[in-house]
């Protein structure tokens, strides 16, 4: 149930303001190359305090290896690892022990298990992501390898919306701003949007797009693993995620099916589509054209605010948290999602390898 | 890969045009009463021919159980079934056996598997989904028993959208008609809508958003496996589904922090929420409000018109397909929708029941 | 809980007086040709009434496909199939129905599930290795084409032992007789105690040993999947299996270290052992050499004897069970035993495809 | 391929001269006390150095936990922890790095992942067996409050054979010796043999006996997961074993089935069985009855002794490995062993809450 993925499978575990967030990769090929900058630097672009728009808890966030790879390659062993916690302030959280924050995991948790690690969310907090970060960097590193790349940026926050198209952006130019959106103009009213939302003690949703290129075509399983089920799958696991489109997606559903069909077409790098209403993904399998899907983020629960809840005892009572928050998740989210996407896409590869005899 | 679930889970087998399809649930308790005419119900929502409106292929779809079932009681062992293939027609398939139909899975299974059954889809054919809506009708009655409720409905057809909250429809009248959209003013224009794009023999997409009622608190693993997760892992594995929201979903992502939290109150039932923004699922566990979810599906590929392709030698080509085609898949769509989610809600009322000691 | 395998995964589903036998192969690859005879060849092997020293039941056993091979070959889809059941002679149970028959499933199913198909033991009833056996002869089909073969023969029947090395015998004699052991004086003998049994009305155990050839190095998970792990775990699953050894087994365990490691040696076709007591599993993956193993099959439970037991009111009864029973279960279980480790050695070749980069 | 269990399941990672060992166990109910004290001795039982018999390696081996329990209970989320190496000594393995220890892992790692960490055998060294005796500690502690017990002795060392019932010995008094088998004057006889292969500078094998008591009806899965087949998949997945039996075992099968089946009794305390040679087991299911198993070790490869072997380049050369040894693995393999069968139980009583409605 911490497990994810067929093949190349990640089981994560730790808590917020426990001893730290740790994972096992296993089914990772041996032979494979590690960059610890390259993965340092993805979890530095997931961790907080980076910016002035994100939380400003300050964790150092440092990966430390303990197994599976030796003399810098992988053994095709389990690749353990541990991101200690530092700056933990559990104390923060002693006056919200016994009430449930309005829209956070308290109460199910407390109603699942019977008790809860009431500190900073304990398991449900969303530094759990740094396990996903980790695995996700050394499938982005196995990608590579077969030519495969992913981006994800910043496509809306509030009411603010890159238009464009991600055909009509630099992917290259992500981390170029603080928020990861490519566009410039975009990206400054964004930030702009987010500190109001700090400045407010409040939070701001939005949306993060995903582009995937270089996969080849035959990736997925036909029914109940297509390959943007699997994405999907990965995408809704990530906290605060409300929901998953890909391709043409929930507006595409108004097209007429002779609008929406791509067709096929002879080009110099073989058959390719003319449109790709498909996503890249049709009857679940790749198709060789570009993957690109869409993941909403709800504004997260933790405010600044007063905010009637009940307490453990079932009275009504009010809560006024004080400390730090994250106006907005999403600048944060995007290594988060590109680590998940590169999750399915690693363990796609793998198993793609036994299709035939 | 082509089984579903941890423990109440679904393996599926069968193509468009063999035998038939047919499935193996595993996981199923022991002492269940099995309602055969409730299953082939549930089938017969589903089967196509059952209106003006769906496909004319006329099939009768009746379950034929092979195990698992002794005394009208399930056993504990695993439920074999099988719905035999009838009207095949496998010949109107000839003409397209060396062309990619576009927005298919033609060419896609070609390029995973080196050859594929081309009679009407083999096994990418949404005929396949015959083994979902068995294996969801045996997880509805496992349901039924823990009195948990799941109803699905045609919300919108291309533009023509049911603008009310599914609180003020009757979702008893779902089937009182044949579009499955329990408003017969909206049903009537959607009808209407469906039957035009017949007649231009082409098709139309929409969204179905289903309501699931009478969960208990605690279903749903917090990381990867949070309930909404497992939901929409289960829509996306649905032939032409483009899209999964659940809850405030998309447009929620444009509210603040503070006008999405969902305040906790204590009722005379216990503590619920105001507002349920968080579609019944909190931190990906189950917080005993109704869960609601939007699907969306694309106008599906099959049209009969005049369209260019590409055949297998990789000559440019048009084909003109002949035949029966279905020009809105949304009303025979909702039983699998509702199938699909009682197959995750049955596995997650399996997995709480180990969740304390 | 009925699926084994981790790739090459079979779903077992059927009971004994039900419908029938069936099965679902997942994770077959595309393109391998499927030679029927071959398989109904393998069932054969397999059914009872087959000779003399079987029990009588008469069942034709014939294997129809009902998915997943198309034009002769796999396609990487499913591959369903169903045995049906025929003499079934259910109403010789009737009288069995409330006892619990000693050293048979009947009392644990109850206590398991509350409920039991009592007909001829239901699910727990041998004839569900049917299953087994096509699926076997599947993934035997696939090794084949591998180079690797598997072969199983009956090493003893209660005292009476073949006294030879596998190495020492001519395993293409396997089916010359009809107890399948490959020495015709042994054999001889080894009839003469089962037919001593059967007027008996009572049964006998003994010892099958299985030789796999051709396996290359790297089969094998190294830690809880070792390959002789998995093995063992496939015989073990066998109805009336006790025991399972490889290699130097047991007696192996009095040699000191020195004697029993299998010195390395360079010959003309690559380093080999000069000796093979690690039965060509080192460190759970496979080194090229010859796998050998031995599974004890304890005698079977059902004998035509008067005995005494309880009944389902707790009552102390006697029984005295009329019919047909098979005296000695080995020469049928050479196929099954063959098949479950061709289901292994399949499993760990496809597995093996995707341990480096 | 590193994780063990269905539900109760366990992750294991790490090397023998890496960082450390660790793991995850995944599916532990929440509320269960830890007693970090019996966790900790379990481990001191499996330690080198614990006694004149065994390995001079000295290490503490103290668990540390990394999430997962909290307020000294367990949470229902993943249970991380870390044993961390300490005396390493890597260097006594540079003469050794190419070439292939006979009856060793190295050759088969080599060519099943293209490199290997030759310190110490890496992960095929028998040291990764301490995640399997801390998560066994916490399934034993989840047992306990069941009701159930388990363990495991030395039976056999080499020729020297304890040649009673486990029902005549006095099960509390195994660890009351350094060999661990609870009959002093046996015991004695053991430990000379020990130390004489010791001073030999080779090793001695045997057979571990485990008993389980306890266990109530209904626990195993009928088909491929009988309790006895993922006992020995368990069992067999430990180093340095070579053969599983159950019950009557292999000496079974030369009973007649007359002989061999237990009569079902009616006593004071319910169903039982007059004898017991199904081990505790019958058709896969536990019958209430006590479960006990033989486990055969073979001597293990590691000897201070001159052997002829091949190194990397195919030349045939000859090595003399200095330093400490462990002259019997067994009497360290008993807490093993116990640990595997917890985890098999623990397992088994978690699915057996949902076999019936």
Redesign the interface.
Known sequence: ????G??F?L?????SH???I?G?I??C????EIDMEFIQNELNRRKPGQSKITTQRNEADRVE????I??G?T??????F?VWNQDQHSNDYNNLKDV?R????D???I???????HRGG???SAR?TIARVVAGAIAKL?LQ?QGIRIDAFVK?V??IELQKSYKDIDLSQIDSNIVRCPDAEVAEKMIARIEE?GR?R??????IQAVIQGVP??F???????L???L???M??INAV?????????E???????????????TES??R?KTN???GI???????EDIYF?V????????L?E????DKE???TVINPKGRHDPCVLPRAVPIVEAMAALVIADHY????????
């Open positions: 149930m911490n497990s994810f067929q093949i499978r089981t994560s575990f730790g808590e426990g001893r730290g740790g096992v296993d089914g090929p041996a032979g494979l290896f303990l197994s599976g030796f003399e390659k053994q095709g062993t389990p690749i353990g541990m449930y309005p829209s956070h995991a109460y199910t948790y109603q699942k298990y019977g008790s809860r690690d304990g398991r449900s759990e196995l390898k809306r509030g009411e939302a407010d409040d939070t701001v949703g939005g949306v075509t035959g997925g399983e036909p029914v109940f693993n297509k943007h089920a699997d999907g799958h990965a809704l696991g409300k929901g998953f489109e890909y391709g043409s997606g929930f595409g559903t108004k097209l007429s099916g002779s609008e929406h069909n791509d067709i096929f077409i002879k073989g058959i589509t209403n498909s996503g049709q009857g679940g399998i790749s198709n060789g869409n909403a983020f709800k504004p997260i629960a933790t405010l605010k905010q009637h809840t009940v079932e009275n009504e793998l198993l793609n390898k036994i299709n035939q005899i």
